[in-house]
C-alpha cells in the first residue's frame, strides 16, 4: 500500500465497458511528511468516495483488481482508503 493526495479528477466518456461507473481520480504519491515524492501522479479508481485534496492509502497491480466489484475490471490502481490521521 501506499500513500498518496488527490490531485484531479478523469472524465472518459469512452471506456472498457467494466469501468463503468467508476471514478477517476488523479492520484500523487506523497511520503510519511505529507510532500509529494518525485514520482509522477497517476490514475487511480476510486472505491471508496474520496474527492480532490483528501490523503489516500492505495494498491497498484494485482491488489488493485481484487480491490473493484467487478474483478474483470483493467484496474492497476485503487483507492483503498481515506487518511483521516497519521502519527
Known sequence: MEMGIVVGRVTAT?????????????TQ?????GNPLDSQP???????GAGIGERVIYVK????????KN?????DAAIVGIIDNLE
Open 14 to 26: 469512452r471506456k472498457d465497458e467494466n469501468l463503468v461507473g467508476t471514478k477517476l481520480l488523479i
Open 29 to 33: 504519491s506523497i511520503g510519511l511528511d
Open 42 to 48: 497517476i490514475i487511480t479508481v476510486d472505491t471508496v
Open 61 to 68: 497491480g494485482s491488489m488493485a483488481s481484487r480491490a473493484v
Open 71 to 75: 474483478k474483470n475490471s483493467p484496474v
